[in-house]
């Protein structure tokens, strides 16, 4: 295959790696600066000049983007993905990695472990936030941030709201995050690629730094993972929608704890301590994939009209549990299950023959009109009233006002915002 790495760091220790290993297997590799692009769009044609020349035919690339550069590298890997060819990692992935509040949101709506976090711009919500996760001490996270930089452990409830105030006041978003301490100033990497992890570290923070990134000095150990922080590490960068990632995990008490998702991980700091041809697993798993590039399935299945995908849940009770996906008239209905999730579990393709149970959620594609009436009411959380009763006003008596006539005495609308909420919620 032609490979391109994209990387601003030609001489770097991964991109080094990367280019040999791609050399040593016989492919054709080239190194392509990321900044060196632009981007052409016409109707029908996508296409890319690098250093002022239209770019050649790639059969794959590898995304190595930066974090300062983030929202220029990913148009440049969203430019190959609209040319048909494969990335290693997508666009949408990146940018979902670069956010620590969006990686820990997509993440939530999964069972998945994380630790608690809260977000909030407000002042007066800060005590009651830290409070919600367990109060002090709590970690302090820039939003994006690399490296262990931008982050920090405050110890007590008025150094968190110090800190907090002094990162908002230079325009700075954080979160408040609950401080695992049975870690110890530990935590996992897990290197994944494709469907597996390919090797894994352990770091140790030193001193009293809490923090255990290799930059911050911490020393790290090769671990042999169990299938439970395996699984895990998996699930989350398939979630985020990366095929290469390293994987910041916390042995928390009750198992994993994803902290961060990392779309671009080093290789030398894992490839020094486990041994292993990190880099060759990369290059080996592009190879096999590299005809199949990324496809983004609900932009190509909802161009036509009337057609959509959506997912079905099977609820306890339903008519569906127990009858098979044959049996339970979907494909009647001109309905294709394309992905069954069990618990935990993903099955795709599912076979016909499978029955389903209470809890199965089945991804389908078909005409939106025929699924409408399988989809559930969406369910909202309970919640105390925000609205307190209003005290009862003295009425008019229509029949002696005119509708053109002021009344005589008004009633004071100016209600003190500790008695009354007139706001609508969002939700509302």
Same mark, same amino acid.
């Given at each position: 295959m032609?490979l391109?790495?994209?990387s601003?760091?030609l001489k770097?220790? !991964?991109t080094?790696?990367?280019?040999?290993a791609a050399?040593?297997?016989?492919?054709k590799?080239?190194v392509?600066?990321?900044l060196?692009f632009?981007?052409?769009l016409?109707?029908g044609?996508p296409?890319?000049y690098?250093?002022?020349?239209?770019?050649?035919?790639?059969?794959?690339?590898?995304p190595r983007v930066g974090?300062?550069?983030?929202?220029?590298?990913?148009?440049?890997v969203?430019?190959?993905?609209?040319?048909d060819?494969f990335?290693?990692n997508?666009?949408?992935?990146i940018?979902n990695s670069?956010d620590k509040?969006?990686?820990l949101?997509?993440?939530?709506r999964h069972h998945?472990?994380?630790?608690q976090?809260?977000?909030?711009?407000?002042?007066k919500d800060v005590l009651?936030a830290?409070?919600r996760?367990?109060g002090?001490p709590?970690i302090?996270?820039?939003?994006?941030?690399?490296q262990?930089?931008?982050v920090l452990l405050?110890e007590?409830?008025?150094s968190?709201?110090?800190?907090?105030?002094l990162?908002?006041s230079q325009?700075?978003?954080v979160?408040?995050?609950?401080?695992?301490a049975e870690?110890k100033?530990? $935590?996992?990497?897990?290197?994944?690629v494709g469907?597996?992890?390919?090797g894994?570290?352990?770091?140790?923070?030193q001193?009293?730094?809490?923090?255990?990134?290799?930059?911050?000095g911490?020393?790290?150990?090769s671990?042999?993972?169990?299938?439970?922080y395996?699984e895990?590490?998996i699930?989350?960068?398939?979630?985020?929608?990366?095929r290469?990632?390293?994987?910041?995990?916390?042995?928390?008490k009750?198992?994993p704890q994803?902290?961060e998702?990392?779309s671009?991980?080093g290789?030398e700091g894992?490839?020094?301590?486990t041994?292993l041809?990190?880099a060759?697993s990369?290059?080996?798993?592009?190879a096999a994939?590299?005809?199949?590039?990324?496809i983004?399935?609900?932009?190509?299945?909802?161009?036509?009209?009337?057609?959509?995908?959506?997912?079905?849940?099977?609820?306890?009770g339903s008519?569906f549990?127990?009858s098979?996906?044959? $049996?339970s008239g979907?494909?009647?209905?001109?309905?294709?299950?394309?992905?069954?999730y069990?618990?935990? !579990?993903?099955i795709?393709n599912?076979?016909?023959?499978?029955?389903?149970?209470?809890?199965?959620?089945?991804l389908c594609?078909?005409?939106?009109?025929?699924?409408?009436?399988l989809?559930?009411?969406?369910?909202?959380?309970?919640?105390?009233?925000?609205?307190k009763?209003?005290?009862?006003?003295?009425?008019?008596?229509e029949?002696?006002?005119?509708e053109n006539?002021?009344?005589?005495?008004?009633v004071?609308? $100016?209600t003190?915002?500790s008695?009354?909420?007139?706001?609508?919620?969002e939700?509302d």
């Open positions: 032609k391109g790495i994209l601003c760091s770097c220790y !991964s080094r790696r990367l280019r040999e050399e040593q297997r016989g492919h590799v080239k392509l600066d990321t060196k632009a981007i052409d016409e109707e044609a296409d890319l690098f250093r002022r020349k239209q770019l050649t035919h790639y059969d794959a690339v590898l974090a300062s550069i983030t929202y220029f590298g990913t148009a440049v969203r430019q190959f993905e609209q040319m060819v990335c290693a997508s666009s949408g992935g940018s670069r509040l969006r990686s949101q997509i993440l939530s998945i472990g994380i630790p976090t809260t977000f909030v711009r407000d002042k009651p830290i409070e996760v367990g002090a709590v302090i996270k820039l939003i994006e941030g690399t262990g930089i931008g405050a007590t409830v008025k968190a709201e110090a800190i907090i105030e990162l908002q325009k700075q978003s979160l408040i995050q609950k401080f695992v870690s100033g530990r $935590d996992i990497r897990a290197f994944v469907d597996q992890v390919v894994a570290m352990r770091r140790v923070a001193g009293q730094e809490f923090r255990s990134n290799v930059h911050r911490g020393i790290t150990e671990v042999a993972l169990d299938d439970r395996c895990t590490a699930r989350a960068a398939q979630i985020m929608g990366l290469v990632a390293g994987v910041d995990m916390l042995e928390g009750n198992g994803i902290m998702v990392n671009s991980p290789l894992i490839e020094r301590c041994q041809d990190i060759g990369i290059i080996d798993y592009i994939q590299v005809d199949f590039p990324e983004d399935l609900r932009q190509r299945l909802t161009v036509s009209r009337g057609y959509g995908v959506t997912e079905i849940h099977i609820p306890e008519e549990v127990g098979s996906i044959n $049996d979907l494909r009647d209905r001109d309905l294709n299950a394309l992905t069954l069990r618990g935990t !579990s993903v795709p599912p076979k016909s023959s499978r029955q389903l149970e209470a809890g199965d959620r089945l594609f078909g005409k939106l009109e025929l699924m409408r009436d989809i559930p009411a969406k369910t909202r959380r309970k919640r105390r009233p925000k609205v009763d209003l005290p009862d006003l003295p009425v008019a008596d029949a002696h006002v005119d006539e002021a009344p005589s005495e008004q004071n609308t $100016d003190d915002d008695s009354v909420d007139w706001t609508p919620s939700e």
